[in-house]
Structures are given as C-alpha cells and as structure tokens.
C-alpha cells in the first residue's frame, strides 16, 4: 500500500528558501499511474494547490506560486521535493505531499503532513 | 483559474441526519470532480472522485452526483464520525487544481 511522508525543516527564516522531501513507500514513483503534488494549508485555512510533478520531471505548477518554486524528482531514492524561495509569513502552512492519480487526478494517499513556519 | 464554490461554508446537524453539501464550478469540468473529509490535525481523506465513485473503505452512506458545474455531496445518516470540514476539488485543469474553500459540518 502506497504511504508518503513528508520531511524538511519545520522554520525558516524570511526570504530564505524552504525546502521540504517526500519519500514514497510500497510503491515506485517511477509509476505510470501516477503524478506526484504538493498542497498547502496555512493554520485555520483551506486548501491550496501548489503543483504536481511525473516521474519523468515534467512539473506543472500553480501559477500564482510558478516564479517561486521548484519540484525535482529522484527516482533512485523513490522521493521528490519541493523548493519555495523567498518565502515569507504568508508561506507558513502546513504542507502535504500526495500522489496524483494519472487519469481522474484524485489525490490519494496523502502524507501526514509538516508544518514550515516562516519567522526570524 | 477554476473556481470553486461550496455551500454552505458551516453546517450544524444530528447524527442520523441526511446531509448535503454543494459545489459550483466557474465553468465545465465534466466529472473531474473530487471530495475529502478532513479531520483536525490530519491530512484530508479522499471519499468520492469522478464526481460519484465512491473511493475503497469508505462507508455507503457517502454519495456523490453532478456534472458539468453543480455537484452534490450527500451523507444519507450522520454517524458521530462524520463531523468534519469537507473539501471539493476540479481535477480537470492542471493549471492549477483548485480546491472549494470547505463546508465544516457540526454538531447540533
């Protein structure tokens, strides 16, 4: 059964860049089935998609956050990250990685999720 | 962008109630329609994707229905368990995949 979790630093510092891993069990990532995302919570708020990226490295990302980011994927280590730069209190959230089904793009499973923090 | 729009936004019921919570889409997304329940400190939980297929494990008591901009989901009886925000998701444009912005249900 697929699980993910998510690992990376829980503060950073404003204009700093985050830099979150998640790493994929009972299953490969190099899947066809599946695209691989990031989604974020800030405290007490909905959902936000950030993007998602295949196996291969072709990424889509969420426009408002596109000049920002950076997915990478490592199939030999069965994980992929996720890079924010010049983050600053509005990115404190808490952030899900989760597997994106190729077909219907339902997400599922989803990692537990790590609150990022973005204070000095 | 997408947009999506649940209503209602808060939802007080009993248990044992039939329950039904909305979500418009700003233009067509077919069936690419996804829902979740999520609960305090945990990670949302997929419950219904291609706007009716139940997910595996989930309970019977969850339905799903529409297409094209309106879709509804329907709990048929509130179990203690089911208290919980409720998110609807279009999974029909990458750029980007938009969420609704939750239906909290309560309870009365």
């Known amino acids: 059964q697929l699980q993910l979790l998510e690992s990376g630093p829980g503060l950073v510092k404003p204009s700093e860049t985050l830099s979150l891993t998640c790493t994929v069990s009972?299953?490969?990532?190099?899947?066809?089935?599946?695209?691989w995302g990031w989604i974020r919570q800030p405290p007490g708020k909905g959902l936000e998609w950030i993007g998602s990226i295949y196996y291969t490295g072709s990424t889509y990302y969420n426009p408002s956050l596109k000049s920002r980011v950076t997915f990478s994927v490592d199939t030999s280590r069965n994980h992929f990250s996720l890079k924010l730069s010049s983050v600053t209190a509005a990115d404190t959230a808490v952030y899900y990685c989760?597997?994106?089904?190729?077909?219907?793009?339902?997400?599922?499973?989803w990692g537990q999720g790590t609150l990022v923090t973005v204070s000095s | 962008d997408i947009q999506m729009t649940q209503s209602p936004s808060s939802l007080s019921a009993s248990v044992g109630d039939r329950v039904t919570i909305t979500c418009r889409a700003s233009?067509?997304?077919?069936?690419?329609l996804n829902w979740y329940q999520q609960k305090p400190g945990k990670a949302p939980k997929l419950l219904i994707y291609?706007?009716?297929s139940l997910q595996s494990g989930v309970p019977s008591r969850f339905s799903g229905s529409g297409s094209g901009t309106d879709f509804t989901l329907t709990i048929s009886s509130l179990q203690p368990e089911d208290f919980a925000t409720y998110y609807c998701?279009?999974?029909?444009?990458?750029?980007?995949?938009?969420f609704g912005q939750g239906t909290k249900l309560e309870i009365k």
């Open positions: 998701q279009q999974s029909y444009s990458t750029l980007p995949y938009t």
């Open positions: 233009q067509s997304i077919t069936s690419y």
């Open positions: 291609a706007a009716s």
């Open positions: 989760a597997s994106v089904g190729a077909v219907a793009g339902r997400l599922d499973p």
């Open positions: 009972g299953g490969s990532i190099s899947s066809s089935s599946y695209y």
